[in-house]
């Protein structure tokens, strides 16, 4: 606002900025801010579109098919053709992660997910599903309770130490048991070929969270005793 002399000798403001001199610039000061973010930067995994990362990715959307035969006792042609599809999806992968090079951080991520999302549906629609025969409620807790503790367990493993902890041999003999528990199911095995193939898989589902939990404690030691500049930071 400017002020100038009236007819009266007195000031009369006005709304016109001050006049600068000829060659005079007015500069004004703007501060400037970052964008604040709410998204934590995620650590760099490597290559996402592999051929065994797109293996792994198949058996997560067959998952969701076998899932829906179970539940409704669908048509066991297809039942069976899928499962097979699965088990094989699940033995590729990892081979030709090593026979291609090309071994990532995300692979170790994808491969136990859809292993364990796997599990998780399918025990889940044989110990629910209105048809007979069905899977005993404790191995339901048990598969489940495994599963998501191990996920957990590797996503604290992954923040305190910034590495991807590779899913170990006896998950998948586990994993391997499991399914052939599964179609015993479908098939109607005998009572003991089912008994056989779900103790088996217990056993080894119990012997892996064990190896899981001494891996989970030596990664947790091994990362508070690292110095700041040792342990690998995000981006």
Not at 72 to 83: F, M, T
Not at 116 to 142: C, E, N, S
Not at 212 to 217: E, S
Request: glycine residues 8%.
């Amino acid at each position: 606002m400017d002020s100038r002399d009236g007819a009266g000798g007195g000031r009369i403001a006005t709304d016109h900025p001050p006049r600068l001199p000829v060659g005079h610039r007015l500069v004004v000061s703007r501060k400037q801010t970052r964008p604040m973010s709410f998204v934590p930067s995620l650590p760099n995994l490597g290559r996402f579109w592999t051929a065994a990362n797109a293996l792994s990715l198949c058996r997560l959307a067959l998952v969701v098919p076998i899932t829906v035969f179970l539940w409704r006792d669908g048509p066991l042609g297809w039942l069976l053709g899928l499962v097979i599809l699965v088990i094989l999806t699940d033995w590729f992968d990892g081979r030709i992660a090593r026979w291609t090079h090309s071994v990532s951080d995300w692979g170790k991520v994808i491969d136990p997910v859809a292993d364990k999302f796997a599990a998780i549906m399918t025990v889940t629609a044989l110990t629910f599903r209105p048809a007979d025969p069905h899977l005993p409620l404790w191995f339901f807790g048990l598969v489940v309770g495994r599963d998501v503790a191990i996920l957990l367990g590797g996503m604290a493993i992954a923040r305190r130490s910034g590495q991807i902890v590779m899913s170990a041999w006896a998950g998948k003999a586990a994993s391997l048991w499991l399914a052939l528990t599964i179609l015993s199911v479908i098939l109607r095995a005998d009572p003991p070929v089912f008994r056989v193939c779900l103790w088996m898989a217990t056993g080894l589902f119990v012997f892996s969270f064990l190896l899981y939990v001494v891996r989970y404690l030596q990664a947790t030691r091994n990362a508070e005793g690292a110095t700041p500049d040792s342990v690998p930071q995000g981006p």
